[in-house]
């Protein structure tokens, strides 16, 4: 089966990590796992193997087809439900974990899709530079996503996986991250939070004051006492804590 590096088809040929993915995510008879990018199934096998229910989102229908074939029993039996759509529009089924060695040209929206759902623990493989923004708190990594992820959840790198471990190789190595539903941050509002560091972060090279000036214009109410202590600042010398306070007292 031809694959696409155009559509981030790089298939996990490596068994004993798809095999430390589910042991990370701590998968048991009684867990409905979601695996978004399904592929040919080498951690989907891995997941029936622990799991009580698999729901596996693939967008290629030849993958669709080869799950189906090669998990039949699974299938038949209802243990494994092959959803095939894009996973940005399928509507996630109700799942208790999330295990998957997802297409990396869309972590990001994925990222937020699955961090609006209720979830016990998710075990995610990214390109290893996005894992890395995941979990930056200072440096070049660090950005918008790395402080609005952590109000969400507490993320965590796990171990680099090197490309060789995947036919045909991408270009960049990939990591493990897992991911705990309880906030790294404390917010009241994450929506609203979402869009005071997404406004900060637009001028990242400039001082703070100037964000500081396009928030008012968006509704935000900034006090002068935070414009005198962090206008001078640039976006990234700013931890997440200190996004989290300055938000909580707009």
């Given at each position: 089966?031809?694959?696409?590096?155009?559509?981030?088809?790089?298939?996990?040929?490596?068994?004993?990590?798809?095999?430390?993915?589910?042991?990370?995510?701590?998968?048991?008879?009684?867990?409905?796992?979601?695996?978004?990018?399904?592929?040919?199934?080498?951690?989907?096998?891995?997941?029936l193997?622990?799991?009580?229910?698999?729901?596996?989102?693939e967008?290629?229908?030849?993958?669709?087809?080869?799950?189906?074939?090669?998990?039949?029993?699974?299938?038949?039996?209802?243990?494994?439900?092959?959803?095939?759509g894009?996973?940005?529009?399928v509507?996630?089924?109700?799942?208790?974990?999330?295990?998957?060695?997802?297409?990396?040209?869309?972590?990001?929206?994925?990222?937020?899709?699955?961090l609006?759902?209720?979830?016990?623990?998710?075990?995610?493989?990214?390109?290893?530079?996005?894992?890395e923004?995941?979990?930056?708190?200072?440096?070049?990594?660090?950005?918008?996503?790395?402080?609005?992820?952590?109000?969400?959840?507490?993320?965590?790198?796990?171990?680099?996986?090197?490309?060789?471990?995947?036919?045909?190789?991408?270009?960049?190595?990939?990591?493990?991250?897992?991911?705990?539903?309880?906030?790294?941050?404390?917010?009241?509002?994450?929506?609203?939070?979402?869009?005071?560091?997404?406004?900060?972060?637009?001028?990242?090279?400039?001082?703070?004051?100037?964000a500081f000036?396009?928030?008012?214009?968006?509704?935000?109410?900034?006090?002068?006492?935070?414009?005198?202590?962090?206008?001078?600042?640039?976006?990234?010398?700013?931890?997440?804590?200190?996004?989290a306070?300055?938000?909580?007292?707009?």
């Amino acid at each position: 089966m031809k694959l696409y590096r155009s559509r981030d088809q790089h298939i996990l040929k490596n068994k004993r990590i798809a095999y430390r993915m589910v042991e990370y995510a701590e998968v048991c008879d009684s867990d409905i796992v979601l695996e978004v990018g399904c592929g040919t199934g080498v951690l989907t096998e891995k997941l029936l193997e622990k799991a009580g229910k698999v729901f596996g989102v693939e967008v290629d229908s030849r993958f669709v087809d080869l799950l189906r074939k090669k998990f039949r029993e699974s299938v038949e039996s209802g243990k494994l439900v092959v959803l095939k759509g894009d996973a940005l529009k399928v509507e996630f089924p109700s799942f208790t974990k999330f295990v998957s060695n997802i297409p990396y040209s869309i972590s990001s929206p994925l990222t937020f899709k699955l961090l609006g759902c209720n979830f016990r623990l998710a075990v995610v493989m990214y390109q290893k530079e996005f894992a890395e923004r995941l979990v930056a708190r200072r440096g070049k990594e660090y950005g918008r996503i790395s402080v609005i992820v952590k109000a969400y959840a507490t993320p965590e790198v796990l171990e680099v996986v090197n490309r060789k471990n995947f036919h045909p190789p991408p270009k960049v190595d990939s990591a493990i991250v897992r991911f705990l539903p309880d906030p790294e941050i404390k917010v009241e509002d994450v929506k609203r939070f979402s869009e005071f560091v997404t406004v900060c972060f637009s001028m990242r090279r400039k001082r703070l004051s100037k964000a500081f000036c396009l928030l008012r214009k968006r509704g935000f109410e900034v006090p002068e006492d935070i414009v005198k202590k962090y206008g001078e600042r640039r976006a990234e010398e700013l931890e997440p804590e200190v996004y989290a306070e300055i938000f909580e007292n707009l």
